[in-house]
């Protein structure tokens, strides 16, 4: 006797994945209700957001968007609500938590995200709580995490570079050091990640976080480190945008890992900072000079891409 609500596509999922023949199901658009009780729930479709069914549900008379997967976060805590978990958190970790969410899994459709938030607000809707499928619900700030999707679909990020890279025989993370310090010293601030001691929805983070991005590798039989290779393929399915990257790295014969590098940014469309830097065997102190000097430059041309996003 249950009614299940969907939409055509989230009825063309549970066909199959299951007999759905005598099941009461009714297929729902934007603007439809139900009444439930004391209850009026509105429907509205939004399409890859990240599903091809998904779809959230407005409750006019409590005035709660449940959200479905969009402004989430991957949280598990004893706190349900935004301020009790900046009691026993912080608003930072919070914020933190939703940038996560969003680079790893929303960031390839933020032109769909703004046309469906504008939607949502053509609607009029009044919002005094969102609850997502995930994480913690919206309550004293409901509207930040709309707040912050509509910057983070708009291409708004940190005046910061991410370094990402992994080593075999300490070579490139040798080269890391000087080239954070080039970066810092023209005055924009670096963040470091090792990849193999890093969860890979961290380093994804961490670059959504920057607007520019060094990537760094040894070469492995004249390809990429497979480490290396992992995280360009994660992030290259993430369709990324409105970011300057760059290459360096170290090998023992030919080389080819930078040339690699390059071709995949090429590839994403992406902003490119050339040459990239190469090193044979373990860089020298003048060598580590030019990581230095390499980093200063590639800063100083972040700072010149990002004013395009001011």
């Known amino acids: 006797h249950v009614t299940i609500y969907t939409t055509g596509r989230g009825k063309q999922g549970m066909d199959r994945f299951f007999d759905t023949s005598k099941w009461n199901i009714k297929i729902v658009k934007t603007g439809d209700e139900v009444r439930i009780g004391k209850y009026t729930l509105m429907f509205i479709e939004t399409p890859m957001l990240h599903w091809p069914d998904s779809m959230m549900t407005y409750v006019k008379e409590a005035k709660l968007l449940i959200s479905q997967d969009a402004f989430g976060q991957h949280l598990a805590t004893t706190a349900r609500f935004d301020d009790e978990f900046v009691e026993c958190a912080s608003h930072a970790e919070l914020e933190d938590a939703v940038v996560d969410y969003y680079a790893n899994i929303l960031m390839p459709f933020g032109k769909l995200i703004k046309s469906k938030i ?3 607000q053509d609607m009029g809707l009044e919002i005094e709580m969102i609850a997502p499928d995930h994480g913690i619900i919206w309550r004293k700030e409901p509207m930040r995490p709309v707040e912050m999707y509509l910057d983070m679909a708009e291409g708004k990020t940190n005046l910061r570079v991410a370094v990402i890279y992994d080593t075999m025989w300490h070579s ?4 890391t050091q000087p080239i954070m310090q080039g970066i810092k010293d023209e005055g924009v601030d ?6 193999r001691a890093t969860p890979m929805s961290v380093a994804i983070k961490e670059f959504w976080k920057s607007r520019g991005l060094l990537v760094g590798s040894p070469t492995l039989n004249n390809e990429v480190f497979p480490s290396v290779a992992e995280f360009i ?4 399915g993430l369709r990324p945008s409105n970011r300057i990257v760059g290459a360096f790295g170290s090998y023992g014969w030919g080389g080819g890992a930078v040339k690699w590098l ?6 994403m469309k992406l902003e490119r900072y050339e040459p990239g830097l190469q090193v044979q065997y373990r860089p020298s102190a003048e060598e580590e000079k030019q990581c230095y000097d390499f ?3 590639f800063a100083r041309a972040v700072k010149e891409y990002h004013k ?3």
């Open 118 to 120: 504008k939607q949502i």
């Open 172 to 175: 490139t993370e040798i080269m």
């Open 190 to 195: 670096c963040k470091v990640i090792k990849l």
């Open 233 to 236: 393929t994660h992030l290259r």
């Open 262 to 267: 390059y071709q995949e940014f090429e590839n």
């Open 295 to 297: 980093g200063r430059a």
């Open 308 to 310: 395009k996003f001011q």
